[in-house]
């Protein structure tokens, strides 16, 4: 079959986060495969459909390596770039084959069911206190904002906790997370941003190699210690920093979104409420493919010329992975994909990615999300947004997509 390239304007893609799911359409209206622009000028593709994208990420002639890609090998990108802290990295985010086995493998033995299982206690705890403080938190207005004393303490005190993170560390990588997804931010304050996340790592593993524990960071701090060939001291610190933040940037998204979905449409909070088992987990499932936590994320490398639905994305050309986009993909959800049904028969989503590289947080964010969501709705039968649903302001983001507030009413 004869390849043609994508002959449209490319969509240049929003680093503001001001509205993804109007961007999502746009992008699933451009056709499958669809140039777009990434923040700083820098072009990329987007494969804009479920099925497209799934076999993509499974597909051995892409790369998830930054260092090949065209742009960079070029000298392409901006100095100081937006998208830095969240491309150029040195983790098993950015690793192939063996190598990324190599360092997937020592965080998914912290992160298997057992030991995901074994943290419930210390949830529950974690929950029920978060939970009965809301209160305690109210406004003058008479609103609490969720996001601030629920949704973002959750993940960052469980995450923190795992990687044995001392308490006076948490509000500096709560920060740094939001400067690091924050793509509008540029010059000296992306460069200072990256240092101090160095700085911070290091200072975490100087406190764990003073203070060992059973806890993440010592256990890397041991595997180096042991055998310094299986982990370098800048895959050391970068792990740790990926394991920080996106291990509760995105379950803070997912939190906020599921919330916000409920109380939009009461019809579906109340079957949740009432609901049998595994209601819950249908409330989180839909909300990762309705409403997930990642907007867009530059995701891979073409290593060869590659054919997608009769589009060729050339040899060393980076590909983005449109999660809201293809998370109400019509050709695979039906024709009310746009709509939130949380009885919905089909809610496989790729909100965690897919092939090797699924999340490895992903059983760790959903236990999370099933434990928080009914405790906090349950607890506050009569909550309801405090202000109208168009005012909160949205992440400022390309890759993170939920709101920087989420003001409730907590009683009638």
Known sequence: MM??????????????????????????????VTRVILPGGVPAWAVTRHDELRDLVRDPRVSKDWRRWSAVTNNLLPENWSLTGVVKVTNMFSADGEQHRR??????????????????????????????DLPRNISE??????????????????????????????????????????????????????????????????????????????????????????????????????????????????????????????GQLAMAREGATGTWEAVVEETLRWDG??????????????????????????????????????????????????TRKDKKHMAFGGGPHFCVGALLARREAVTALPALMCAYPHMRLAVDDTAPKPLPSMLSNSVMELPVHLMP
């Open 293 to 342: 936590p990642v907007g867009n994320i530059l995701t891979r490398v073409a290593l060869v010329d590659i054919t997608i639905a009769d589009v060729t994305i050339p040899a060393g050309e980076a590909i983005v992975a449109p999660y809201s986009a293809v998370g109400r993909d019509p050709l695979k959800y039906g024709e009310d994909a746009e709509r939130f049904d949380i």
């Open 103 to 132: 360092l997937r493998t020592a965080v998914t033995n912290a992160l298997t069911p057992q030991s995901v299982r074994a943290l419930q206690p210390r949830l529950d705890e974690i929950v029920a206190t978060l939970v009965r």
């Open 141 to 266: 207005d008479g609103s609490v904002d969720l996001c601030r004393y629920f949704a973002n303490p959750l993940p960052l005190n469980v995450i923190c906790e795992l990687l044995g993170v001392p308490e006076y560390l948490h509000s500096r990588i709560r920060d740094l997370t939001a400067s690091v997804f924050d793509h509008t931010i540029q010059g000296d304050q992306v460069n200072n941003t990256q240092k101090e996340i160095l700085r911070t790592m290091a200072e975490l593993v100087t406190y764990r190699s003073d203070n060992h524990g059973k806890d993440l960071t010592s256990s890397l701090i041991v595997t180096r210690r042991e055998n310094p060939e299986l982990l370098t001291e800048e895959e050391l610190y970068s792990t740790l920093w990926l394991v920080a933040s996106a291990g509760h940037e995105t379950t803070r998204n997912l939190l906020v979104n599921a919330v916000r979905a409920l109380l939009k449409h009461p």
């Open 3 to 32: 390849t043609v390239l994508a002959e449209h304007d490319p969509l240049h893609l929003d680093p503001s986060g001001r509205d993804h799911h109007g961007e999502a359409a746009c992008l699933r209206e451009a056709g499958p």
